[in-house]
C-alpha cells in the first residue's frame, strides 16, 4: 500500500488508543456536532485547540492525518461558493446579479474550518480504534435498541466484517491496477474512453474477488459453527475505567464551555 | 534490451507508522537473452524488486534503467521502454476481467494498437505457448475454467504482449507438478526461440536451477548473491543462513560427500545427481575389484 486510506486504523500504543471505544465514539459525535452548534469565533478556537491537543496525543503522524482532508475538497468546493453567493451582506464584488459578500466570505470559510474539524475528528477516531473495537464500542451503545427488536449483534458483525475488509479491498486495487497497466492498459492517463476501458479491467476482477471471498469467508464462519449472535461470548469485555470516565467528563467540559462561550461572551 | 539497476530504494507508505522499506540499495545488470532467477525468503523485496523492473513503482531512491531510460518516468520513450517489458504478478489469475478468453488474451495487444488480425494471431500463438488449444478455448469464459486453465489464460495474456523481457513472479505457486514442469519447460522453449529476457521469481529451487542460467539472491531488501545458478544454488551454508535450502539433489549429494564418497555437489537436478551417483559408484566398485 503507497498511501494511508482515510479510514483506516493505525496500530499504536497511545493514550487515544487506550481509551475506551465507547468514549472516543462519544466524543467524536460530540466533537463534530459541536463546531455547528457553537458557531461563534470563541468557541471554535476552543474546539480547534482542543482537537489538536487530541491529535498530538493520538500518535497519528500529521501529515497523514492532514492528507484524510484530500478526500473532501469537492464537497468543501461546492459549500464554500454556496455559502459565498447565497448569504447577504455587505456586498465586495458583484457579476451581474451574483453578490459576492463579506459574511459570505466569512461563512464559507468557516463552514470549510468545521468541515475540516469534522474530517480530522472522525480519522482520529478510525486511526486510533481498530475495527474490533469501533464494533464492540456500537454494540454497547446500540445495546438497548436490542430490546425493540434491532439485530444490534448481527449489526456490528456486518460492520467488522466491513472494516476488516477495507484495507483488503484498497490493497487489491492496487495489485489490479499494477497488473493491468503491465498489459498496457490506461488508468490515470490517456483518452476517455481509454480511460474506462483501464478503469472496468480493474473493477470486474476486484468485484469477482469481492463474491469469492465473501463467499468464503461465509463458509469458513459456518465450519466453525457460527450460528447468528445467540449466547455468544466475547473475547474483548469493554469497561470503563477511571481514566475513561475522566476523559468523558473532560470531553462534555469542553463541549459546555464552547456553547457557554458562544451565549455569553 | 539492458536494464540497470543502480541502488535502489524502496519504501512503502514513507512517512507512517506503516513505513516499510522493502529494498535497500539493490543494483542489478541484466543483460539481453539472460535467463534470471531471483530467490529469497518471504519479505526479501523480489516482489517490489521485478516491479520496479517494469516500472510501476516510483524508486525512494536510486535508479532503474531500462535501456538508458529511467523505467517509470511518465514520458513517451519511458513508456515505449515498459511496453517491451512483460511482467506477470503473483497470481495473475486475479486479473482476469473479460467475458470470453480472446478478449482477455487481446487485451494487451490491443492496448498496443495492433490490427485486428495481428491481434488474433497473437491469441492463438499465445494459448498455444502456455499449453492451451486455442480453437477449444477463446470463445470460453475465463472465470468457468479451472484455476489451472485460468492461470494459463492470464500468463497468455502476457506473452501476447510478445515482450522482450519476461518477468515471472512466483508463476507456478499453487500448480500441480506436472502443470509446473509443462509450463516451464514451455516458457523455456520459447525463451530459446525468441532470445528473450526472462526472469524468474521463485521459491522452488528445482524449478530456478531447471529454467535460470543466473541467480540473484534477495534478503532483507539486500543482493547477498548474484552468479551462475550452479553455484549459487549449491552454496549450503549462505543458503542456510538466510533460511533458505539447497535443493534436494545437492543434499543427498552433500551427505553422501561428507560420507566419503568422491561426489560432486554442484549437481542441481535430480539426473544430473543420479548421473553423478552412478559415477561415483562405477568409480568405487572398480576400485574395490581392483583391490581384490
Known amino acids: 500500500m503507497n498511501m494511508l486510506v482515510p479510514g483506516m486504523y493505525v496500530a499504536a500504543d497511545s493514550a487515544l488508543h487506550r481509551l475506551d471505544p465507547r468514549v472516543k465514539m462519544g466524543a467524536a459525535l460530540l466533537l463534530t456536532a459541536l463546531p455547528f452548534a457553537a458557531p461563534g469565533l470563541s468557541s471554535t478556537l476552543l474546539i480547534s485547540v482542543f482537537v489538536v491537543a487530541v491529535a498530538l496525543l493520538s500518535a497519528a503522524p500529521l501529515s497523514a492525518l492532514l492528507r484524510t482532508l484530500r478526500s473532501v475538497f469537492w464537497l468543501g468546493c461546492f459549500m464554500f461558493i454556496f455559502h459565498l453567493f447565497t448569504t447577504p451582506g455587505q456586498p465586495l464584488v458583484a457579476w451581474g446579479t451574483m453578490t459576492v459578500t463579506r459574511e459570505g466570505l466569512l461563512a464559507g470559510g468557516m463552514q470549510i474550518y468545521r468541515l475540516c474539524l469534522l474530517v480530522i475528528v472522525a480519522s482520529l477516531l478510525t486511526f ?120 468523558a467528563l473532560f470531553v462534555l467540559a469542553v463541549g459546555a464551555a464552547a456553547l457557554g462561550m458562544d451565549r455569553w461572551m | 534490451m539492458l536494464i540497470q539497476v543502480d541502488h535502489l530504494f524502496h519504501t512503502y507508505t514513507p512517512g507512517t507508522p506503516l513505513a516499510h522499506t522493502a529494498l535497500r540499495g539493490v543494483s542489478v545488470e541484466i543483460s539481453a537473452g539472460e535467463r534470471i532467477g531471483i530467490l529469497g525468503p518471504t519479505g526479501s523485496g523480489k516482489s517490489t524488486l521485478v516491479q520496479h523492473l517494469a516500472g510501476l513503482l516510483e524508486p525512494t531512491d536510486g535508479w532503474v534503467w531500462l535501456d538508458g531510460v529511467a523505467a517509470h518516468e511518465r514520458s513517451a520513450t519511458a513508456r515505449a521502454r515498459r511496453r517491451r517489458v512483460g511482467l506477470a504478478l503473483q497470481y495473475p489469475e486475479d486479473q482476469i476481467f473479460e467475458r470470453t478468453v480472446f478478449r482477455e488474451v487481446a487485451f494487451g495487444p490491443r492496448n498496443l494498437g495492433l490490427e485486428e488480425a495481428e491481434i488474433a494471431a497473437r491469441v492463438r500463438w499465445a494459448l498455444e505457448m502456455v499449453g492451451l488449444d486455442p480453437a477449444a478455448m477463446v470463445e470460453r469464459v475465463p472465470f468457468t475454467l479451472s484455476g489451472g486453465e485460468m492461470r494459463r489464460v492470464a500468463l497468455a495474456s502476457i506473452v501476447s504482449l510478445r515482450p522482450e523481457v519476461l518477468i515471472l513472479d512466483e508463476p507456478t505457486a499453487g500448480l500441480d507438478p506436472r502443470g509446473r514442469e509443462e509450463l516451464l519447460a514451455r516458457v523455456l522453449a520459447w525463451q530459446k526461440e525468441a532470445g528473450a529476457t526472462l526472469i524468474l521469481v521463485s521459491h522452488n529451487l528445482e524449478e530456478l536451477a531447471r529454467v535460470a542460467e543466473r541467480a540473484v539472491v534477495l534478503t532483507e531488501g539486500r543482493v547477498v548473491a548474484d552468479g551462475p545458478v550452479r553455484q549459487v544454488l549449491s552454496d549450503g551454508e549462505s543458503l542456510r543462513s538466510i533460511g533458505l535450502d539447497v535443493p534436494q539433489p545437492v543434499a543427498l549429494l552433500q551427505a553422501l560427500r561428507q560420507a566419503g564418497w568422491e561426489v560432486r555437489t554442484d549437481r542441481l537436478l535430480a539426473e544430473e545427481a543420479v548421473d553423478e551417483i552412478a559415477r561415483a559408484w562405477a568409480l568405487r566398485m572398480g576400485c574395490r575389484r581392483e583391490s581384490a
Do not use: C, N
Not at chain 1, 133 to 153: C, I, K, M, N, T
Not at chain 1, 182 to 187: F, I, M
Not at chain 1, 218 to 238: V, Y
Open chain 1, 128 to 247: 486510533t480504534t481498530s475495527p474490533s473495537q469501533l464494533a464492540h464500542g456500537l454494540e454497547s451503545l446500540l445495546g438497548p435498541l436490542a430490546r425493540v427488536g434491532l439485530p444490534v449483534r448481527e449489526l456490528a458483525m456486518v460492520l467488522t466484517i466491513a472494516l476488516r475488509f477495507v484495507p483488503v479491498f484498497f490493497e487489491e486495487i492496487e495489485k489490479i491496477t499494477k497488473a493491468q497497466r503491465a498489459r498496457g492498459a490506461d488508468v490515470r492517463s490517456g483518452r476517455p474512453w481509454q480511460r474506462v476501458r483501464g478503469w472496468v479491467s480493474v473493477f470486474v476482477p476486484i468485484f469477482v474477488k469481492a463474491f469469492r471471498r465473501a463467499e468464503e469467508l461465509a463458509t469458513a464462519m459456518e465450519a466453525r459453527g457460527f450460528r447468528g449472535a445467540q449466547h455468544r461470548t466475547r473475547l474483548i469485555e469493554l469497561r470503563l475505567t477511571r481514566r475513561d470516565l475522566a476523559a
